[in-house]
């Protein structure tokens, strides 16, 4: 079975680190567009980060210097690390898979909750 | 960076036809895609490159124009009741942009 699941979320002080973990299954990681996606509570849907098979990385904005995207070929699992946290980073992440290379989330995980408070 | 525009809420009858619709420029580039998601749920697509993933009911379909692509329910029916979000690739290519949301409730 195709899935993606998530782990790693919790409750977190402002300015701590955290790493989120995606473990995929019925396809390898490497050889797909991989992404971070989230979303704050009682808000819409954020694009955070893709690593691309080649390995190749970009994020959005609000994230970029403080998070990175990588992946583990041997474990086929994506990460996040997540550095200098603020409140505003309050959201369900969501690791999905871009399966069609159009730009398409095709496969989702069931995400996992990060909450920024002290 | 682009950005992507939807209409915040629609209503639409049982049984009746609602269009959404996403606004952007990479649209002019892009194929948009399209995600219903229901409370507590992980999105779920249900249009891309205009096209339907296996197991989603015909009712649902896509087009686009210019800048512009659209979700259009045929029949609503209750369980169509939801948050639907479209999506694509940026102006440059290499990122990817969320439109803002549009809640559909069915009367």
């Known amino acids: 079975e195709v899935q993606l699941v998530e782990s790693g979320g919790g409750l977190i002080q402002p300015g701590g680190s955290l790493r989120l973990s995606c473990a995929a299954s019925?396809?390898?990681?490497?050889?797909?567009?991989m992404s971070w996606v989230r979303q704050a509570p009682g808000k819409g849907l954020e694009w955070v980060s893709v690593?691309?098979?080649?390995?190749?990385?970009y994020y959005g904005d609000s994230v970029k210097g403080r998070f990175t995207i990588s992946r583990d070929n041997s474990k086929n699992t994506l990460y996040l690390q997540m550095n200098s946290l603020r409140a505003e980073d309050t959201a369900v992440y969501y690791c999905?898979?871009?399966?069609?290379?159009?730009?398409?989330?095709?496969?989702w995980g069931q995400g996992t909750m990060v909450t920024v408070s002290s | 960076s682009s950005e992507l525009t939807q209409d915040p809420a629609v209503s639409v009858a049982l049984g009746q036809t609602v269009r959404i619709s996403c606004q952007g420029d990479?649209?002019?580039?892009?194929?948009a895609s399209w995600y219903q998601q229901k409370p507590g749920q992980a999105p779920v697509v249900v249009i891309y490159d205009k096209k339907r993933p296996s197991g989603i009911p015909d009712r649902f379909s896509g087009s686009s124009s210019g800048n512009t692509a659209s979700l259009t329910i045929t029949g609503a029916q209750a369980e169509d009741e939801a948050d639907y979000y479209c999506?694509?690739?940026?102006?440059?290519?290499?990122?990817?942009?969320f439109g803002g949301g549009t809640k559909v409730t069915v009367l």
């Open positions: 999506n694509s690739r940026d102006t440059s290519g290499n990122l990817y942009v």
């Open positions: 999905a898979r871009d399966g069609t290379t159009v730009g398409t989330f095709d496969i």
């Open positions: 990479s649209l002019r580039r892009y194929y």
């Open positions: 690593i691309y098979t080649g390995g190749s990385a």
């Open positions: 019925g396809f390898t990681v490497n050889t797909n567009y």
